[in-house]
């Protein structure tokens, strides 16, 4: 178990593709189809929608299978030492919590200096009791903690529910460890074949992905239009602006602390980001980030642990995004709201936002209950609801590379990474 091989020839398509045309070459070239049938043709983008939501049901049929295999092969298979588990949630807790933090204030910073909605007047939305409903479903942080807990491994694999399937899979593998004997061989060589198999499962899969990218990315086109973007141009601006000021402030000094291979990593992690920011899902993104991490050198017991745990505890786009979000709304409804104030409200959505990827249409939820909490019109929401998908996008990508960056860090910080060269196999301590 020590040696797991990181080809990932078969999930990856070749850099010599179809007409000689690589991976990324056809997704660039399917987001430009998309974004010219979602301009040109606005009525015709929604029938694109159907060829989106394969992609995305293929890539939700894929994943817990995927995780819970390499998940339990990763903890189980190095059993021996339990307390490397305990240390490595510590670290990246800790980790996750600082990261998250600097998102927040550099976003509050930034809506502050850019003050994107002033200028804007709210009026009451004829369907503001929807964004009334989306507010009551705000997640509590006891109910977090209570939803963490599957209460049947069937359903949350049904639901998707990658936190709850972490958590079942931890106890598994822990269980797992201390069983001694043929049982335990065949278990773990059952999973090590259940997961070799999930991985040229995703190669295939990824060969639709351009198809699946751009009808998505003509659907977002159609539907939201360029002229809302243009109106909504600060807005969007300062959000994107301020995501790059992070990658650039925070994500690139710890990269460079860590002493990580910028080049190599930037090389592996490129496909999964536009597939983030093209699809605006960061579950579409998941199995190749898993293989670009293990490929970069990351142990597979630390990317199968660390990726999905900061898929629901570092979503540093998100957060960064509320942070503007709701500072947005105050200016747009002509409120002043003093720094002791806003700084609550960013304590409310750092502990609220713990609970995003277990609530559909997440963010707009958080949201939601945050403007009901501090008395602010929920209202607001619907003008932001014209970019939403666009800004989506951004934080979305965001979010999958501060994941990965995390996913290294972590291996770093347990003195475990390895960088082969491309081709090699990752060594993964024992």
């Given at each position: 178990?020590?040696h ?110 850019v ?55 931890i ?37 639709y ?16 239009g ?15 602006v ?67 745990t ?24 002509g ?51 014209g ?43 024992a």
């Open positions: 178990m020590a797991l091989s990181a080809d990932t020839s078969a999930a990856t398509p070749g850099k010599k593709g179809f007409l000689g045309i690589g991976f990324t070459g056809w997704i660039i070239i399917s987001m430009i189809a998309g974004i010219l049938v979602g301009w040109l043709a606005p009525d015709f983008a929604p029938n694109l929608k159907p060829f989106a939501n394969i992609f995305l049901r293929m890539i939700k049929s894929l994943i817990v299978p995927l995780l819970f295999s390499t998940l339990v092969v990763g903890i189980a298979g190095h059993g021996d030492d339990m307390k490397k588990v305990g240390k490595l949630a510590l670290r990246s807790i800790i980790y996750f919590e600082v990261v998250t933090t600097l998102a927040l204030a550099i976003g509050l910073i930034a809506v502050n200096v003050k994107p909605g002033v200028g804007l007047s709210i009026s009451a939305a004829a369907d503001s009791e929807e964004f009334k409903a989306l507010a009551a479903k705000t997640p509590t942080f006891g109910s977090v903690l209570e939803h963490t807990v599957p209460q049947s491994f069937f359903e949350a694999a049904a639901q998707n529910e990658v936190l709850q399937i972490v958590f079942f899979a106890i598994f593998a822990v269980a797992l460890a201390k069983v001694e004997g043929p049982s335990k061989k065949f278990m773990l060589d059952w999973l090590q074949s259940l997961s070799d198999i999930m991985f040229k499962f995703v190669g295939i899969v990824m060969t992905a351009p198809i699946g990218i751009g009808a998505a990315i003509g659907v977002t086109v159609g539907k939201s360029l002229d809302v973007m243009i109106n909504l141009a600060k807005l969007v601006g300062t959000l994107y301020s995501l790059i000021i992070f990658v650039v402030v925070v994500l690139l000094p710890i990269a460079m602390l860590a002493k990580l291979d910028l080049k190599r990593f930037w090389a592996l992690v490129k496909e999964p980001w536009l597939i983030a920011f093209t699809t605006a899902s960061s579950e579409a993104a998941f199995p190749q980030a898993m293989q670009a991490m293990e490929k970069f050198g990351v142990p597979r017991r630390i990317v199968s642990f660390v990726l999905p900061g898929y629901s505890f570092n979503l540093d786009g998100s957060t960064l995004y509320l942070a503007i979000a709701s500072v947005f709304v105050a200016q747009a409804a409120i002043d709201m003093p720094i002791g104030t806003q700084l609550l409200m960013m304590l409310t959505l750092m502990l609220t936002s713990k609970g995003v990827a277990a609530v559909p249409r997440a963010s707009l939820v958080i949201l939601s209950g945050a403007l009901a909490q501090f008395g602010l019109p929920l209202e607001g929401i619907a003008i932001i609801l970019v939403d998908a666009i800004m989506d996008m951004a934080r979305t990508s965001v979010n999958l590379l501060g994941n990965c960056l995390a996913t290294a860090v972590m291996a770093r910080w347990e003195g475990v990474l390895e960088t082969p060269k491309d081709g090699a196999d990752v060594v993964v301590p």
